[in-house]
Structures are given as structure tokens and as C-alpha cells.
């Protein structure tokens, strides 16, 4: 970790592109299968911040298809109860991964000493990362719309619209990504982690788990 903490800026210089590269190509590798159900590849050596952030964006696009499944009108009501709890588990393993992001961080930061006038930003670099890797899922499918052979021109011109939006809102969160990582790296800014408490999994906090012991 000494090399980590001597060259904090470095590692962090271009961080925001690194992460969109990894975002992409796991949103791509999801769509050779396109099935919520095929195994997650492991293109990156386990322990990476790579694999991290590859896993977590494939959490992030296997959900958005849950979310189209179940939006079915003709879903049988059994089937959309289990993907419904389906769906529940994957945004809990959706926050479990951003809340490894945040410690891969708060490790690699530990030994930066906040200046004086230090202030916290409003979100971690973790959640900023969580709102990138679905940009990236939004502009995968995106691009499929205005690619469609099917779809009016009046349709395929609104979604390219949106796609450039899309494109831009990556590019001003990736480089305010990379700007708040280097002032952590500086200590213009610090950050905390304050773990998600979902209470509606835990058998202890959500009524109508515990009311059923």
C-alpha cells in the first residue's frame, strides 16, 4: 500500500475512463447470453478493482432486464412474486458491491491527512461510481433504440436526442469523478462511508418479517 499512498494522484489520474472501459465491456459481455440467469464471467484477476467494478456492473444490467420482465403485462403473478424477490436481492447486492467500492477507497486514502478548510462531498466516490455504471447500461440500450429497424424516424430521432444527453451526462460525471478523487488524493476533501441500512431484508427492522416470528 506504501506505492498506493506515494502516488495517490497518479493512480486516480484518468480513474473515471478506466471505470467506463470496464463498464462497457461488462455491459457488452452480459448481452452475448442476454439471459439474467448466465454465470458472470471473471475477465479480471479476482481481487482487482477491476473485477469489482465488473461485477458490479453486471449487477447493475442483469437488473435492468429483470426490471423489463417484470413490467410484462401478461406475467403470470406467481412468476413476477418470485422475480419481484429476485429483483430485491439484486439491489442488495447492487449495495453490497458499492459499499466494497467504498472501502477499496477509504483504504487507499487512509493515510491522507484533510487540509484545514477540508469539506465532505454529498455523495462517496462509490455512489457517484454506482450512477456511472448504469449510465453506462442506459447508453448501451440507448444506442440499440436509435439502431432499431422497426421504429419510426420520428422515434429513432427523439432516442438519438437522448443518447447524446446521455453521453454528455457520462462526461461531466466521469471528470467530476475524477476532480473529487484527486481532491481526496490532496485533502481538499474528505469522505466518510456510512453503510446502506436497508431495512425492508432485515427480518429485525422490517415489521412484516418480524411481527410473523
Same mark, same amino acid.
Given at each position: 500500500?506504501?506505492?498506493?499512498?506515494?502516488?495517490?494522484?497518479?493512480?486516480?489520474?484518468?480513474?473515471?475512463?478506466?471505470?467506463?472501459?470496464?463498464?462497457?465491456?461488462?455491459?457488452? =459481455?452480459?448481452?452475448?447470453? $442476454?439471459?439474467?440467469? /448466465?454465470?458472470? #464471467?471473471? &475477465?479480471?484477476?479476482?481481487?482487482?478493482? %477491476?473485477?469489482?467494478?465488473?461485477?458490479?456492473?453486471?449487477?447493475?444490467?442483469?437488473?435492468?432486464?429483470?426490471?423489463?420482465?417484470?413490467?410484462?403485462?401478461?406475467?403470470?403473478?406467481?412468476?413476477?412474486?418470485?422475480?419481484?424477490?429476485?429483483?430485491?436481492?439484486?439491489?442488495?447486492?447492487?449495495?453490497?458491491?458499492?459499499?466494497?467500492? =467504498?472501502?477499496?477507497?477509504? $483504504?487507499?486514502?487512509? /493515510?491522507?491527512? #484533510?487540509? &484545514?478548510?477540508?469539506?465532505?462531498?454529498? %455523495?462517496?466516490?462509490?455512489?457517484?461510481?454506482?450512477?456511472?455504471?448504469?449510465?453506462?447500461?442506459?447508453?448501451?440500450?440507448?444506442?440499440?433504440?436509435?439502431?432499431?429497424?422497426?421504429?419510426?424516424?420520428?422515434?429513432?430521432?427523439?432516442?438519438?436526442?437522448?443518447?447524446?444527453?446521455?453521453?454528455?451526462?457520462?462526461?461531466?460525471?466521469?471528470?467530476?469523478?475524477?476532480?473529487?478523487?484527486?481532491?481526496?488524493?490532496?485533502?481538499?476533501?474528505?469522505?466518510?462511508?456510512?453503510?446502506?441500512?436497508?431495512?425492508?431484508?432485515?427480518?429485525?427492522?422490517?415489521?412484516?418479517?418480524?411481527?410473523?416470528?
Amino acid at each position: 500500500m506504501d506505492q498506493d499512498k506515494e502516488n495517490l494522484t497518479v493512480s486516480t489520474e484518468g480513474f473515471a475512463h478506466r471505470c467506463n472501459v470496464v463498464f462497457d465491456r461488462a455491459t457488452a =459481455d452480459y448481452h452475448i447470453t $442476454d439471459s439474467i440467469d /448466465a454465470d458472470v #464471467p471473471a &475477465p479480471f484477476p479476482a481481487g482487482s478493482i %477491476e473485477a469489482l467494478l465488473y461485477a458490479k456492473n453486471w449487477i447493475d444490467v442483469a437488473q435492468w432486464h429483470m426490471e423489463d420482465l417484470i413490467r410484462d403485462p401478461q406475467i403470470d403473478p406467481a412468476e413476477g412474486m418470485k422475480l419481484k424477490r429476485r429483483i430485491d436481492a439484486s439491489n442488495q447486492d447492487r449495495t453490497d458491491r458499492v459499499e466494497d467500492l =467504498d472501502t477499496y477507497f477509504r $483504504d487507499l486514502y487512509k /493515510a491522507v491527512e #484533510p487540509l &484545514p478548510q477540508a469539506q465532505i462531498n454529498t %455523495e462517496s466516490p462509490a455512489w457517484a461510481l454506482d450512477r456511472l455504471s448504469i449510465l453506462a447500461v442506459k447508453i448501451f440500450h440507448m444506442k440499440a433504440e436509435t439502431e432499431r429497424a422497426d421504429a419510426s424516424e420520428e422515434h429513432l430521432a427523439r432516442c438519438r436526442g437522448k443518447l447524446a444527453v446521455l453521453l454528455e451526462q457520462r462526461a461531466d460525471l466521469s471528470s467530476a469523478i475524477d476532480t473529487l478523487l484527486g481532491d481526496i488524493a490532496a485533502g481538499r476533501k474528505y469522505m466518510k462511508v456510512y453503510r446502506q441500512m436497508k431495512m425492508y431484508n432485515d427480518a429485525d427492522t422490517n415489521p412484516v418479517l418480524y411481527a410473523k416470528k
